[in-house]
């Protein structure tokens, strides 16, 4: 199997950009989102050995200790397993009929599914959360107001926010189905809306929600978690209004 340190050919021939360093994706989350892309674009196959921990640890200038943490958030979706002295192996199988509604799928249908998902995300995890599931949403709150005036950090930041949050639930099915939103959102259709949309002024403001959100999920106040939840999705969705029309 090649490594990922460089442009690499999948399966179906077409090269793959090499896998950012951990900075440009956001912790073991965006690790693990990156190469979550790689086993769906076909550079790594179903039963293909993925690097070792050592070697990812090389190419993402982490730990170990992060890619087990990656790893382990691969496994939870579904898309590897890892054998004990053995490596780990995906065991994800492509469903074409996937990939062709995420690219048919608009940001207004997709504002839509989250305002289904993203309540209930906020019940499960006040009521589900452990102690290292808060901690972990507040890493990624910490990288997500880092981002203030870059909007693709920002844009990647957001996601592994939202992933975190969904993680919260220790629902594996709400966190698969969180990937699937996240994965979508990195289509052309979003990147053309991304910069209209977000200013410094606009991420400062998704920022204080996220803050807002983490603080009513960390003290379980669910009235306030979900008050939140829907004025960011609200906000959200008035932002890609906006940005159609121009």
Not at 63 to 89: C, D, K, P, Y
Not at 100 to 114: F, G, H, M, Y
Not at 206 to 217: C, F, P, T, V
Request: aromatic share 6%; proline share 3%.
């Amino acid at each position: 199997m090649a490594s990922p340190t460089a442009t690499q050919a999948s399966h179906s021939g077409r090269n793959v950009p090499r896998i950012p360093d951990a900075a440009d994706v956001g912790g073991s989350a965006g690790i693990a989102a990156q190469l979550r892309r790689s086993i769906l674009e076909g550079v790594y196959g179903f039963s293909d050995r993925l690097p070792a921990e050592r070697q990812l640890a090389e190419t993402f200038n982490v730990s170990r200790g992060t890619i087990r943490e990656a790893l382990r958030r691969l496994e939870e979706l579904g898309m590897v397993t890892r054998e004990i002295g053995s490596g780990t192996f995906v065991t994800y199988r492509e469903f074409a009929e996937q990939a062709a509604i995420a690219d048919v799928t608009s940001p207004l249908e997709l504002i839509d599914v989250r305002f289904g998902i993203e309540p209930q995300m906020v019940r499960l995890a006040i009521s589900n959360a452990t102690a290292i599931d808060i901690e972990r949403l507040h890493k990624a709150l910490a990288r997500v107001e880092s981002t203030q005036n870059n909007p693709e950090s920002f844009t990647l930041a957001d996601s592994e926010f939202h992933l975190s949050l969904a993680e919260c639930t220790r629902n594996r099915l709400m966190v698969w189905l969180y990937q699937l939103i996240n994965e979508t959102r990195t289509h052309s259709q979003w990147a053309s809306m991304k910069d209209r949309i977000l200013t410094s002024e606009r991420i400062a403001k998704y920022n204080a929600q996220h803050r807002q959100l983490y603080n009513a999920i960390a003290s379980r106040d669910i009235d306030t978690a979900l008050a939140t939840i829907y004025e960011h999705l609200d906000l959200a969705r008035t932002d890609l209004i906006g940005a159609s029309r121009k």
